[in-house]
């Protein structure tokens, strides 16, 4: 598709900026962020995105907790903690 765009999802952008330790790394992730578009974020919707982030994922780490389970990281592009063991 000519007009496709590189897709980024917001949080997980914001812990790649507290990562950027130098100007080439800032400059990449700021034409990521100009140039492309966030996964779930649109202007007209922006329910599914509040309703992942700031219910889903909670709901999945009270879970967990309550499992007393581990997890390695969130995957916020298919809204699942990853496990220990890769699930």
């Known amino acids: 598709m000519t007009n496709s765009q590189p897709t980024y999802w917001t ?4 812990w790649r900026l507290t ?11 700021m034409k990521r962020i ?6 779930i974020f649109q202007v007209n ?9 700031h219910w889903q994922i909670p709901l999945l780490l009270l879970g967990n907790l309550q499992k ?5 990281r969130i ?3 298919i ?5 220990d063991n890769g699930n």
Do not use: S
């Open 45 to 53: 919707d922006p329910l599914p995105f509040l309703m992942v982030h």
């Open 11 to 14: 949080y997980h952008e914001l």
């Open 68 to 72: 007393i389970k581990g997890w390695v």
């Open 19 to 29: 990562k950027i330790r130098c100007l080439g790394q800032l400059k990449a992730w």
């Open 79 to 83: 809204g699942k903690l990853v496990e």
């Open 34 to 39: 100009t140039e492309g578009t966030d996964g």
């Open 75 to 77: 995957d916020f592009n």
